[in-house]
């Protein structure tokens, strides 16, 4: 019989979420986890940060067998990761307006250990990436199955072009909506049945590197989000 560990939560502090208390921590599955892994990988290579978004797919799979690697485990987990970015408006620009999608998917197979769920991407206190859930709690989307899809549309600077606002399009700043949706199973306390669902707009390449998104979560509890990030230049 597979035992069960669960480390307390020690305090409920924190300087950017108030008095909100943390969630419980999971437990994990105690023994001996050996396994073999393989990542395939079409595309450039993920830039830190995203600070250039290249076109890329990947898909990994883990193995883990009593059988074959004398592991206390006996499961199989396959993911796959996709990012896609293409230009809709104004081709002509050195950096046309443009749409982008990631797509994260994982499922396990067997009897998969709490530490090896999947978790949908989330921010980190005030800062998130592209491709993060900015209206999502930390580790809140876990379990054996995951989905998390995040869209934007970059309209760069045309928006303050047409409104004649030169003080933000003559420094390049830049206009952004997105939204993502995100989804659990078989994740207990911290998978909650339903989709999640947001959407926002964001100001990009305050001082050429900075970006700022005012994100709205519908899913209860429904607020805004405001959160920061790192200026893409793709």
């Keep these: 019989m597979t035992a069960y560990a669960e480390l307390q939560v020690a305090t409920n502090f924190s300087f950017s979420s108030g008095d909100r208390p943390f969630r ?7 023994g001996m ?3 073999v892994s393989l990542t395939v990988g079409i595309g450039l290579k993920r ?16 193995y883990s067998s009593p059988s074959f690697l004398s592991s206390d485990f006996d499961y199989t ?11 809709v408006l104004g081709n002509d620009l050195l950096f046309p307006a443009s749409l982008r999608f990631r797509v ?15 978790t949908a991407d989330t921010r980190l206190t005030v ?31 045309l928006p303050f072009l047409a409104l004649d606002i030169p003080f933000l399009y003559r420094n390049g700043v830049e206009l952004v909506v997105h939204g993502a949706i995100a989804r659990a ?10 989709w999640h669902a947001e959407a926002g707009v964001g100001i990009s390449r305050i001082l050429d590197l900075v970006r700022l998104d ?5 899913r209860d509890p429904s607020r805004f989000f405001l959160t920061i990030g790192v200026a893409s230049f793709l």
């Design 185 to 194: 199973w078989n994740g207990g306390i911290l998978a909650p049945g339903g």
């Design 33 to 35: 986890r050996r396994s």
């Design 214 to 218: 005012l994100t709205y979560r519908f």
């Design 47 to 62: 830039e830190a940060l995203d600070i250039v978004t290249n076109n890329n797919l990947e898909v990994s799979a883990e």
């Design 77 to 87: 987990r396959v993911s796959t990761l996709l990012t896609y970015t293409f230009p």
């Design 24 to 30: 419980p921590n999971p437990a994990i599955a105690g």
């Design 127 to 157: 800062f998130a990436p592209f491709g993060a859930l900015r209206g999502g709690l930390v580790k809140e989307y876990s379990g054996d199955a995951v989905v998390s899809i995040a869209v934007e549309q970059n309209f760069r600077s």
């Design 104 to 118: 994260f998917a994982g499922k396990g197979f067997g009897d998969l250990p709490p530490q090896q769920s999947f």
